[in-house]
């Protein structure tokens, strides 16, 4: 048997992790070669010293005693900010007290400047399952399947809303959505060069939206294309894996996108993209919502 | 969830605030240790745990209590532990942090050099740590300090179980290795 899948045995073993036949085979392991009872003591001393630094950490590092009280002041200092800013705010309503029964939208500069104020940030939000594509009408199906968390496995954490390829997005009432329901699906125009999308975020399972992924936005220019090329999307981030992981889902919805590792080299970016966000509260829960463009260049 | 977490986050929402203190104060410790091992850093670690109360209060109304409301907490923390833009600062020793937080050292006159060596192991094994991939550290920190089974880790870092069984493994080893090197290097 593969030396590695021992190993991987062996520390399951530890772990209490095996099921009755795993078990009874390792033991017959170990039993049988001596070498397998090394490995276990060594996941075992490895254990032991996590596990000892832990109890030295708890002891001899501690939390300073004003910490409780710190973060019920910044709690109190928020609710305060935010009703001084009811009274002025148009539109714009902010609470840390969420409110089902009630529609609020947050400022994106809120957000933007939680995330230290880079001047053009791009995100995208994914981390979804399930989607579908309908290849032949070349629409973007909502997604309702997705990797939640725990028991929501099954629901998503991203619903993707498309919006039509034209540059003024035309957007579906979200809180119409059926999550969980049939494709929310919007016609994307195969000639366009460039395409839109908004994409909603549970806020439950992605509390910050700063979490994701950064696209780099250099320009806004409308590219001036005869053809309808593919657009191409180059990713610029240290979460690339994730990122890229998403643009191959973002393929199989519509499959003119094409999908290039970043090369390091800025001269290949041949997309442009830009996002907005927005925080909005519906009945449902929270959600993010990114509007994102990706334009041909 | 338990009934009490339950009981408070029903009080929040109804209004009284302050009753959200005493999950802060059922949960600080244990959030606080977890997050020094996994930012090997006690300040960030402070930092951090802060952050994420506040957000967990903001967002309590979409808490679904599908989880325990640690669980959920825990995962608001490793995301804002993530996405936070690290400052080119040193990172401070336990030791360190201790003098600056004020801490007064531990008096353990009869074993001087036990408590020394203790610290310095800590310190040691934190170092190692923080070689280690966010992935790798997390599900490390998840089953050896917050003693999570496979099935728990599994929720926690919406992985399948397989998957935590293999990258544990593999951070085991790592670590394992990293650790020899820093008492080689020592």
């Known amino acids: 048997m593969n030396s590695n899948l021992n190993e991987e045995l062996i520390s399951a073993y530890f772990d209490g992790e095996l099921s009755s036949s795993e078990m009874v085979r390792v033991e017959s392991m170990i039993s049988a070669q001596p070498e397998w009872q090394a490995v276990y003591d060594r996941y075992a001393e490895v254990s032991r010293s996590l596990k000892e630094s832990a109890a030295v950490t708890a002891e001899h590092v501690a939390l300073p005693s004003t910490f409780l009280d710190s973060v019920m002041q910044t709690i109190s200092n928020s609710e305060i900010e935010m009703s001084d800013s009811d009274a002025s705010a148009q539109t714009v309503t902010v609470s840390h007290r969420s409110n089902s ?27 979804w399952n399930g989607t579908q594509s309908d290849p ?15 028991e929501n496995r099954k629901k998503s954490d991203v619903r993707m809303m498309s919006v039509d390829g034209k540059k003024k997005a035309n957007q579906k009432d979200p809180a119409k959505n059926d999550p969980d329901g049939g494709p929310a699906n919007v016609d994307v125009d195969p000639g366009a060069t460039s395409r839109e999308f908004s994409i909603f975020v549970d806020q439950a399972v992605r509390p910050q939206i700063d979490r994701f992924w950064i696209m780099s936005n250099y ?8 053809d309808a090329s593919p657009v191409n999307v180059l990713l610029l981030d240290a979460k690339r894996q994730d990122a890229i992981r998403f643009l191959k889902q973002l393929k199989k919805w519509d499959s003119q996108f094409q999908v290039f590792q970043d090369s390091g080299s800025k001269t290949n970016a041949n997309w442009l993209a830009a996002t907005q966000i927005e925080e909005i509260e519906q009945a449902e829960g929270s959600f993010w919502k990114l509007r994102i463009v990706l334009i041909a260049r | 969830m338990s009934n009490e977490d339950a009981s408070i986050i029903e009080q929040v929402l109804a209004g009284d605030h302050s009753a959200f203190g005493e999950l802060v104060t059922t949960y600080q410790k244990r959030l606080f240790n977890s997050l020094i091992h996994a930012l090997g ?6 930092d951090v745990a802060q952050e994420a109360f506040v957000k967990s209060f903001s967002k309590l109304a979409t808490f679904k209590q599908n989880s325990s409301f640690y669980t959920w907490l825990y995962r608001i923390a490793i995301n804002i532990a993530i996405s936070r833009h690290r400052q080119k600062k040193p990172r401070h020793s336990l030791d360190e942090y201790r003098m600056n937080v004020g801490h007064e050292p531990v008096d353990d006159s009869s074993q001087p050099d036990r408590n020394l060596n203790l610290v310095e192991r800590a310190d040691q094994v934190n170092a190692a740590l923080q070689l280690l991939s966010d992935e790798h550290r997390s599900i490390i920190v998840l089953r050896e300090i917050e003693n999570l089974d496979y099935e728990a880790i599994s929720d926690m870092l919406d992985l399948p179980v397989g998957t935590v069984r293999s990258r544990l493994h593999r951070a085991r080893n790592q670590l394992r290795g990293y650790l020899e090197q820093l008492v080689i290097e020592k």
């Open chain 1, 101 to 127: 029964n009630t529609n609020r939208f947050v400022s994106l500069r809120t957000l933007i400047e939680a995330v230290g104020g880079i001047a053009a940030i791009v995100m995208i939000a994914l981390l």
């Open chain 1, 136 to 150: 032949d009408s070349n629409r973007l199906a909502d997604n309702s399947g997705g990797p939640g968390t725990g």
């Open chain 1, 219 to 226: 320009e806004l220019d409308a590219p001036e294309k005869e």
């Open chain 2, 41 to 46: 850093c006690p300040e960030e670690a402070e």
